[in-house]
């Protein structure tokens, strides 16, 4: 019998530009993935991990059962058995140890789901622990600070215009590998082009010639770690040449006198034998981007995952501030996202200033921020005997062990736990340690909408995707695994139905949007409110609720009429209506009213950047490693966890050392042949790729490879392993006001092997 052939469109979850897919099914079976012409953000455009998510749903090592550790072996079980074996062992650990003696990781993929983005906050509640770590502080953290201390929110975050720019400078990130991030947009490689082809110019900022860079009309080939330096240096540039003018942000912004000070110490002259670029060049770079009718400076992991992270992310947006291009078409813009976000609920120009070190962790009393402890102190909270000491752990789609820094420290001390619960889809080089495993769906037989990622999208759109393939039979689905553990964790038992924390979450949301004095369900009743949103439940419900009190929201009957020409107030049900996304338009300036700061201002003198501006100009006087290594991306490759996919892993292998061919001179390295990277932590052999695509005095090695430990059920990654470039970063530096780790400009010695 012929089974019937059909079409579903979904929003790739695998990076950041959140592209729409064309999904070929018959019957249960993916049969083509292709991108979607009709997007209306990514208008076909996919790279070439997109289309794998079939190869990722039909990988025979991706887990369909849980496993639950017997005899020391793991074993899949059913989801009953699994989710007593939580209840048990959950139960004799709180017992035993308190609820502060369990640690919890949250890994990058909880950005990308609807799932997570929804119930892992219920989950962590009921986990009831401070001892809360995630990705985040091995990526974006001292950006998302920088943001809440400027404009009020974390994901209050300008995102360069690329679209009307006419100076795009680029510092830290390549997005013709990485496709952009803090930044969505599908086809940046397109985007940049086109700017160029209007005339419009690429400055890059890379101790590598990087695909983008390759593209600039200007190469800076900076020193790493030093980005903070040199976006100084250009704010004194500017001052000295008169050439400070916030324009009509400015209007909004204070403290600019007294930041050019501050910064007067880091002339170009000063920071230039440092950063390893001219004066000259810096006071170019200042002249060029006062003179640009428009410009954006945009940094991305270069300068988050440095020692000097939160200062460099705030000299971004000062940069952007001092020349005018502050939220103005060409310039950085704030998006306004369909749902979700902060800077449209409440008051707009009122907001609590945030706050760090509300408590800090037990072993080097590192501070807390937002709500997190550095994912760098991980490994010694659990190595390190005394009260307080973790002795459980609960990941959520994470991979530490090939994420953070002295990633073996923490390997052996995840070999030491009395209880290890973790949500993920493989059995890799974290979860291998896991007394249980719970697998979600995979992508394709989930629901998504990007609630965090569209806050930070070049164009305002709105997109969901319905699940394109069915569960398997008894596979619940991710919210539900969440909601059953949150349940287990308060006592509930393992049979407690997740409906009853949906209903608490979608009661809350419901409770907080009637309390909205500037929300259009101010007043109502929260009863009749959640009526209407019945029958629907799950991520779908909330989601829905989320939609239609957001800012092109239908608001019940009290929202927009139109969100955009044509197209009602938002809903799901609209969205539904629409397969291909609905366009909301170029992202429009948003001050003053995108602002939640106590002041309802922009405050430039941010105490803890300021504060850290001491440390900053230590670096002026401190000797320059003979070498350092630095990360790279990869096209075909995402973090640690897409190594499993033989069309994406097949051909030369990208886990090489990038070695400038003076320093293979100097080091005696061949290329082809082992070299010897040591760290202050740790050393690994890794084979030598001679390329004078890295400048002298750096070394280049992609992170997230090292999948031949023992264990570790994953055949194609192990048989394509790489070497964990984590084995070596150093988990004792961090970025001081955030507690973000430094993975970049680690200082090594290099030998030949
Ligand atoms: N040296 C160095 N280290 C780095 C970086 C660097 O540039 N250099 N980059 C850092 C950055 S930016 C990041 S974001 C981190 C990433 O760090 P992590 O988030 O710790 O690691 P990932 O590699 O993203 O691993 C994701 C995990 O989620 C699982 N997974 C995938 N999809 C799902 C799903 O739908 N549900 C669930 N439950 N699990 C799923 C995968 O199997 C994998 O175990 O790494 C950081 N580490
Ligand atoms: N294909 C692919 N796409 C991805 C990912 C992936 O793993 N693979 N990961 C996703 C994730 S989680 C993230 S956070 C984003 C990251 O997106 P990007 O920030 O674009 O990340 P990278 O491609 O690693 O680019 C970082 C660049 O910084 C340079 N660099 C290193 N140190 C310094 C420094 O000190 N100063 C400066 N100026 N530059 C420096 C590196 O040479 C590199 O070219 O990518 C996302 N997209
Ligand atoms: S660029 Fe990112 S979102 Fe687009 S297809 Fe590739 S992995 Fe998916
Ligand atoms: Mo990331």
Known sequence: MDVEERTAFRTCPLCEAGCGLEITVKGDRVTRIRGDQHDVFSHGFLCPKGSTLRQLHEDPDRLRQPLVRRDGELVAVSWEEAFAEVERRFTAFADEHGREALGVYVGNPNAHNLSALLYLKPLLKSLGTRNVFSASTVDQRPKELSSAWLFGGGLSIPVPDVDRTDLLVVLGANPYASNGSLAT???????????????????????????????????????PGTDALLLAAVVTALAAAGSIDAGTAGEWVDGIDEVVALLAPFTPAAVAPVVGIDAAAIEALAAELAAAPSAAVYGRIGTTTAEFGTVASWLVDVVNIVTGNLDRPGGTMFAKAAAGASNTRGKPREGRALK??????????????????????????????????????????????????????????????????????????????????????????????????????????????????????????????????????????????????????????????VGDEHGPLHGRDAADVLAELAPRTGPERLLDLLLRTGPYGDGFGAGVEESVAGVPGLSLDVLLAHPHGVDLGPLEPRLPDVLRTPTGRIDLLVEAVVGDLPRLEAVLARPVPEAVLVGRRDLRSNNSWMHNIEVLVKGRPRCTLHVHPDDAAR???????????????????????????????????????????????????????????????????????????????????????
């Open 185 to 223: 947009a599908p086809d940046w490689p397109g985007r940049i082009e086109a700017m160029r082809a209007r005339g419009g110019r690429l400055v890059v900022v890379d101790p590598r010639r990087s695909r983008t860079a390759e593209e600039a009309d200007l190469h800076l080939a900076i020193r």
């Open 356 to 513: 760090t070190g509300r408590h800090r962790s037990r072993v080097r009393g590192a501070a807390e921020t937002m709500g997190e402890l550095p994912a760098a102190c991980l490994a010694e909270e659990i190595d390190t005997p005394g009260a307080g000491q973790i002795r459980g752990l609960v990941t959520v789609a994470g991979n530490p062990v090939l994420s953070t820094p002295n990633s073996e420290r923490l390997d052996a001390a995840l070999g030491t736990l009395d209880l290890y619960v973790a949500v993920d889809i493989y059995c890799n080089e974290t979860t291998r340690h896991a007394d249980v495993i719970l697998p979600p769906p995979s992508a394709l037989q989930k629901g998504h909408y990007d609630l965090a990622l569209l806050q930070v999208a070049l164009r305002n759109v709105a997109n969901y995707s319905a699940p394109v393939l069915p569960l398997d039979d008894g596979q619940p689905d991710e919210w539900e695994i969440l909601a059953r553990l949150a349940l287990i964790a308060q006592g509930m038992g393992a049979d407690a139905d997740p409906a009853i924390v949906d209903d608490l979450v979608v009661g809350a949301l419901v409770q907080a949007a």
């Open 667 to 753: 080091w005696g390295l061949v290329d082809g042949a082992q070299a010897v990277v040591t760290g202050r932590v740790g050393r690994i052999e890794v084979p030598v790729e001679v390329t004078d695509a890295v400048r002298t005095g750096v070394v280049s090695l992609p992170h997230g490879w090292g999948h031949d430990l023992e264990g570790v059920a994953l055949g194609v990654a192990n048989r394509h392993a790489g070497v964990n470039s984590n084995v070596v970063t150093d988990e004792a530096v961090l970025d001081v006001p955030s507690g973000n780790a430094v993975l970049n400009g680690i200082p090594v010695a290099v030998a030949a092997a």
